[in-house]
């Protein structure tokens, strides 16, 4: 029996060290496989997302100026690491709700899902919640959750 090869896989960040580190694992396996794709999701949290966004920015252009400021950010941490034979896309989602991280990966017909355990903000709520139950018993792929670097210290 051969081993599945993961040729389109779906990363969940929300730009914390542990998605980082989860990265480096999404990264690793899409290295394994030249012809691999890897599609990059921010999710803005649904309930915190317009006070974040009017906080931060002018009531004027706050959604591009928060997608831009989002592209930036994975233009800083995640593009350069990717070679240039893995292909890479971004997305925003504006939800952390399970139905939208899972119609992300319909999408692009994922073979794989990678996220992280721990998170700040908002994104424990994905995490803590039923989402990350439902994610792994709906999805149609495999989903990969890499447990916080700090796990190792405990062991």
Not at 44 to 57: D, M, N, R, T, V
Not at 62 to 86: M, R, T
Not at 87 to 103: A, F, G
Request: aromatic content about 10%; some cysteine; glycine content about 2%.
């Amino acid at each position: 029996m051969s081993l599945k090869t993961f040729d389109k896989i779906l990363f969940i960040t929300d730009f914390s060290k542990n998605a980082d580190h989860a990265f480096q694992y999404a990264l690793s396996i899409a290295d394994q496989n030249n012809s691999s794709e890897m599609t990059l999701v921010f999710i803005i949290p649904e309930a915190g997302a317009q006070f974040w966004k009017s906080y931060l920015y002018e009531i004027d252009e706050i959604d591009q100026k928060a997608e831009n400021d989002i592209n930036l950010e994975f233009q800083k941490k995640y593009l350069p690491l990717i070679p240039d034979y893995i292909k890479v896309s971004t997305r925003i989602i504006d939800s952390y709700e399970h139905n939208k991280i899972l119609q992300a990966a319909k999408d692009i017909n994922a073979d794989l899902i990678v996220l992280g355990r721990e998170s700040k903000g908002s994104f424990v709520k994905l995490l803590s919640s039923d989402t990350l139950k439902k994610i792994t018993q709906k999805s149609i792929c495999p989903v990969l959750v890499v447990p916080s670097e700090q796990n190792k210290d405990l062991h």
